[in-house]
């Protein structure tokens, strides 16, 4: 594997975040159906809350010292028995990136900086992030429940696991 750094994204990346999370939203537009605003971007409307909110924390990767993707970790959950965990809010490899256990690694690692209870939750039309995340939640030898709650709750898996 190459080498992987997961870092912290200070305020002063915030416009490298929101320019991958463009990127992010597009490669997902097949499964979430989200058009362009006029402005010709999606937007992510709680981007600035990672750096006022306790509880978000938004993570930048580097593979081989380049830009390789981010994560939005955040403690909102959808499940009641869930209230409090740690979620994925966001997670996104640039395809450049991709199938060399980058995403893998980068998964990994954060949720072992945040031990206790997760939620991560997967559109049901994404199956490639359905399988990814089933893999990495194994490799981290934990038990884990997987929830289908219904289209009012949400439109697709919920992985619930404590670490």
Do not use: C
């Amino acid at each position: 594997m190459t080498s992987l750094n997961v870092m912290r994204a200070g305020e002063g990346q915030k416009k490298v975040l929101a320019r991958l999370l463009e990127l992010y939203q597009y490669d997902l537009s097949d499964v979430t159906g989200k058009e362009l605003a006029e402005s010709g971007l999606y937007g992510y409307v709680y981007l600035d809350d990672y750096w006022r909110e306790e509880g978000r924390e938004a993570y930048l990767f580097l593979s081989e010292g380049k830009l390789a993707g981010f994560a939005l970790v955040n403690r909102y959950a959808l499940l009641p028995a869930n209230q409090d965990a740690y979620s994925i809010a966001e997670f996104f490899v640039l395809k450049t990136h991709r199938r060399r256990s980058i995403g893998t690694a980068a998964a990994r690692e954060i949720i072992r900086q945040h031990q206790g209870k997760w939620e991560i939750r997967v559109f049901a039309k994404n199956e490639g992030a359905i399988a990814f995340w089933r893999q990495v939640i194994r490799e981290l030898g934990v038990e884990f429940v997987e929830t289908l709650p219904g289209a009012e709750l949400w439109q697709g898996v919920i992985f619930s696991f404590t670490l």
